[in-house]
């Protein structure tokens, strides 16, 4: 329990102390006018209280990431807290504190743009295709699983005594399959909050769903105290504990398995979406680094209790094996928070993927738009534009989800690379301390490039050829901002 209590103290400190110093590095100028009032259009540039873009943007970036890869995290070990602890306060928070704050500095830019102004035309247009990728990605993922839970929760609770379902309910599966109907029904919900007003479906729906999911987050932590025996502590080594360990290794499968709970690059593509409804700059910092400081808690708290309910990461490897991290948070929250629980943990298993899958395919519509210059003000254009995506994101549903699962775990992670550096370099042109963003910018670099070489969706070459040209890369990403940093002490000179 004591290294479960000193994680969670070291996050909140985290965000008061290190968070201060990240606000203070960017500058933020509250007397500033932000995009929300200059170029209110009541579509996308929307004011609102910070209390409901804070929920907002928690319910945006967290989606399963949280939970399930918490839960599927710390099957490698204690070493999972070290990594949400740090990789949230130094990496994932920094990270979407301050891509946030240069959207709002710009007019609620989209994430490609920001990053080609500052990595140049030729990174923008693959960071344009690639941002795309995966928020197609996140909206095919996040439609299959709660789909998956709705179709299973129906069968349950409408099936009689014997198995047997209700004769209409026959019916309707004739005709299609109960999974697919519910697929339908979230895919049109996705299609009304992507071309409603933000503040007409998703800023009333979302903060209901936020206060749920952190109502069960607490109610797990207080249960926590009551199972602190099981609780795992770091001076119980950190060896890897996953039961493929000898090709799982703890570097860099847990870093990638751990993303929403420490650093994620899709949070980058919905911060743009609440830059445009903040009031004043000095909510940045509550909204963007404090609603990924939350997320690493919540990941803490999930991480914690699924050693302390199984009793043991054995138990936890054998209990997966057999079942679904989906299953396991059920059974947490009924077994220990009761009927109430049981029905939160629906609203979180359930809700929580929905409500990043409706505002990634929003921002999927917001970055087309940007590139192609095409007016989002009238419904005519964002329905032209979001035909498209959603033909996409269906067709995508057609692929294996473990592997389509995979694959978006690493362009999650690829994708923050690319907002590091591009961070990284505005920090340096600006004059300002990069070091904040080059450090996580680097670490990222090679546990992306590693896991592509070493994974079996990648190259699978062995461990150690993989770390090392992941390694290399970072170095040549070193060297190419070292001459960058020359070229911009070259042109102050010139122009002194």
């Known amino acids: 329990m004591i290294s479960f209590i000193v994680a969670l103290i070291l996050l909140v400190g985290g965000y008061f102390v290190y968070g201060k110093l990240v606000e203070r590095i960017f ?74 704050m240069m959207s709002l500095r710009r007019d609620g830019m989209s994430l490609p743009e920001i990053v080609g102004e500052e990595l140049g035309t030729g990174v923008k247009q693959v960071m344009r295709a690639f941002a795309l990728l995966l928020l197609i990605l996140v909206g095919a993922v996040f439609v299959i699983n709660p789909a998956d839970l709705l179709a299973g929760l ?49 800023g009333r729906l979302y903060p209901i769903f936020g206060f749920a999911l952190l109502f069960m987050a607490v109610g797990i932590l207080v249960m926590l105290f009551a199972h602190a025996d099981a609780l795992p502590e770091l001076t119980d ?20 398995t751990i993303a929403c709970g420490a650093i994620s690059g899709f949070h980058a593509t919905q911060s743009p979406l609440m830059a445009r409804c903040l009031k004043n700059e000095r909510m940045g910092r509550p909204v ?41 948070v059920n059974e947490i929250s009924t077994g220990w928070l009761g009927a109430f629980g049981g029905f939160l943990a629906l609203l979180g ?25 095409f007016d989002q003000s009238r419904l005519r254009n964002r329905i032209i534009i979001s035909l498209p995506i959603f033909a996409a994101s269906f067709a995508i549903m057609m692929v294996d989800f473990d592997v389509l699962w995979r694959y978006f775990a690493w362009c999650n992670q690829t994708l923050s690379v690319f907002t590091l550096w591009a961070i990284t370099v505005w920090l340096a042109r600006a004059g300002k301390c990069y ?7 680097l670490f990222m670099t090679v546990v992306t490039i590693t896991y592509i070489f070493y994974a079996l969706e990648g190259f699978a070459l062995n461990h150690t050829l993989s770390t090392v040209i992941g390694v290399l890369v970072a170095v040549l990403f070193a060297a190419l901002f070292v001459r960058f940093l020359r070229l911009q002490s070259s042109k102050k000179v010139m122009q002194g």
Do not use: C
Not at 39 to 63: C, E, S
Not at 176 to 202: E, G, N, R
Not at 309 to 323: A, I, M, R, V
Not at 349 to 372: C, E, K, N, Q, W
């Open 27 to 100: 500058g933020v100028d509250s007397s500033r006018p932000t995009p929300a009032i200059t170029k209110a259009d009541g579509i996308d540039y929307v004011a609102m209280p910070t209390w409901r873009v804070f929920l907002i943007q928690f319910l945006n970036i967290a989606g399963l990431g949280p939970i399930f890869g918490a839960i599927m995290g710390i099957l490698f070990g204690p070493a999972a807290y070290l990594w949400i602890v740090f990789g949230t306060i130094f990496a994932g928070a920094v990270h979407d504190y301050l891509s946030g």
């Open 435 to 441: 070091w904040i963003s080059l450090i996580p910018a």
């Open 349 to 373: 298993v359930v809700f929580a993927p929905i409500t990043s899958g409706d505002t990634a395919l929003r921002s999927a519509r917001l970055i087309a738009a940007d590139f192609l210059h």
């Open 288 to 328: 963007f680094y404090g609603a990924m400081v939350t997320e690493g808690i919540v990941a803490l708290i999930w991480a914690a209790a699924a050693v302390a309910f199984t009793g043991s990461f054995e138990n936890l490897s054998h209990y997966l094996s057999g079942s679904t991290p989906a299953v396991l």
């Open 154 to 202: 129906t069968v349950t609770y409408a099936s009689d005594a014997s198995g047997n379902l209700p004769g209409w309910l026959q019916q309707i599966n004739a005709v299609m399959p109960i999974q697919w109907w519910w697929v339908a029904i979230v895919f049109l919900y996705y299609m009304l909050a992507m071309l409603l007003p933000i503040d007409k479906l998703i």
């Open 237 to 256: 080594g950190l060896y890897n504990r996953h039961p493929q360990s000898a090709t799982t290794p703890i570097f860099p499968m847990m870093f990638i």
